[in-house]
T-cell receptor
Framework: AQSVTQPDIHITVSEGASLELRCNYS??????LFWYVQSPGQGLQLLLK??????LVQGIKGFEAEFKRSQSSFNLRKPSVHWSDAAEYFC???????????FGTGTSLTVIP | DAMVIQNPRYQVTQFGKPVTLSCSQT?????MYWYQQKSSQAPKLLFH???????NEADTPDNFQSRRPNTSFCFLDIRSPGLGDAAMYLC??????????????FGPGTRLTVT
């Protein structure tokens, strides 16, 4: 069965530090991969997505993610975190058919001054 | 700006009293979704419409129903809310089904409280 794992429930980083949020998926073929962000009390917003081609994907707000087929991973990175990045981050996988879509359990990011 | 709008943002209802949440979109997307999200959890899909075709998730309680009278509007009806139905309800749209890789656009959500 397809699944998405975000191993880190909660991460705390200092403002200005680099960030990496982990995401692993379980799926036989190359899926569609997404990272969404949710600020407190708000809906989700797409940060970036991977369909095919270049495995390093650039997104909004200075985020990037790298697809590694050999590791079944799609980790999200940012070189320098801002206080406004504090939010919940969801990795998600689309498995190709209409409703085969799975969210990870989310990683909560706290940014300290 | 094209967007997904949810009304109200906050809704308080009494145990067992029917409640309706609304969602509208200006994106002209084919697919509209309703999610339930509880604290510190991922959104859980309740059902979605692909155009006029209704698709219910297998584990969505019968207490939850939906209507899509036209492309722009979609409603979530909770017939007899229980305390366990208190949650954030998110509406989302996509041009085509999310599993095929289409981005979902989310509304800001309606926070439902059941007293």
């Amino acid at each position: 069965a397809q699944s998405v794992t975000q191993p880190d429930i909660h991460i705390t980083v200092s403002e200005g530090a680099s960030l990496e949020l982990r995401c692993n998926y379980s799926y036989g073929a190359t899926p569609y991969l997404f990272w969404y962000v949710q600020s407190p009390g708000q809906g989700l917003q797409l940060l970036l997505k991977y369909f095919s081609g270049d495995t390093l994907v650039q997104g909004i707000k200075g985020f990037e993610a790298e697809f590694k087929r050999s590791q079944s991973s799609f980790n999200l990175r940012k070189p320098s975190v801002h206080w406004s990045d504090a939010a919940e981050y969801f990795c998600a996988v689309g498995a190709g058919t209409g409703n085969q879509f799975y969210f990870g359990t989310g990683t909560s990011l706290t940014v300290i001054p | 700006d094209a967007m997904v709008i949810q009304n109200p943002r906050y809704q308080v209802t009494q145990f067992g009293k029917p409640v309706t949440l609304s969602c509208s979109q200006t994106l002209n997307h084919n697919v509209m979704y309703w999610y339930q999200q509880k604290s510190s959890q991922a959104p859980k899909l309740l059902f979605h419409y692909y155009d006029k075709d209704f698709n219910n998730e297998a584990d969505t309680p019968d207490n939850f129903q939906s209507r899509r009278p036209n492309t722009s509007f979609c409603f979530l009806d909770i017939r007899s809310p229980g305390l366990g139905d208190a949650a954030m309800y998110l509406c989302a749209t996509s041009r085509e089904p999310r599993g095929r890789g289409y981005e979902q656009y989310f509304g800001p959500g309606t926070r439902l409280t059941v007293t």
